[in-house]
């Protein structure tokens, strides 16, 4: 088992940033795969931004340019700078972490952007 706990969530008016993080409660976190999912009212469960042990990282193309996910393994913490935030951005945002096969999530911290 593992526990990812987020933070960094609020409201932001359009073109604000904000930084989510996410802080895992097991060893060896630096061979999991790492990733920032989000939900918005209505719409389906969409990846966000992916980053690897290796540190290789994917974005949905919506993000592309604004967002950075980032990972410091000494701390066992996943972070996503969010910048030029639009309200189309507002949603929940969940943390999750790939361990072999399995998928294990965050309790999810809402993110809500004002125009």
């Known amino acids: 088992q593992v526990q990812l706990v987020e933070s960094g969530g609020g409201l932001v008016q359009a073109g604000g940033s904000l930084r989510l993080s996410c802080a895992a409660s097991?060893?060896?976190?630096?061979?999991?795969?790492m990733g920032w999912y989000r939900q918005a009212p209505g719409k389906q469960h969409e990846l966000v931004a992916r980053?690897?042990?290796?540190?290789?990282?994917d974005y949905a193309d919506s993000v592309k340019g604004r967002f950075t996910i980032s990972r410091d393994n000494a701390k066992n913490t996943v972070y996503l700078q969010m910048n030029s935030l639009k309200p189309e951005d507002t949603a929940v945002y969940y943390c999750?972490?790939?361990?072999?096969?399995?998928?294990?999530w965050g309790q999810g911290t809402q993110v809500t952007v004002s125009s």
């Open positions: 097991r060893s060896g976190f630096s061979i999991y795969v």
């Open positions: 980053i690897t042990s290796e540190r290789s990282t």
């Open positions: 999750s972490a790939l361990i072999g096969s399995r998928n294990y």
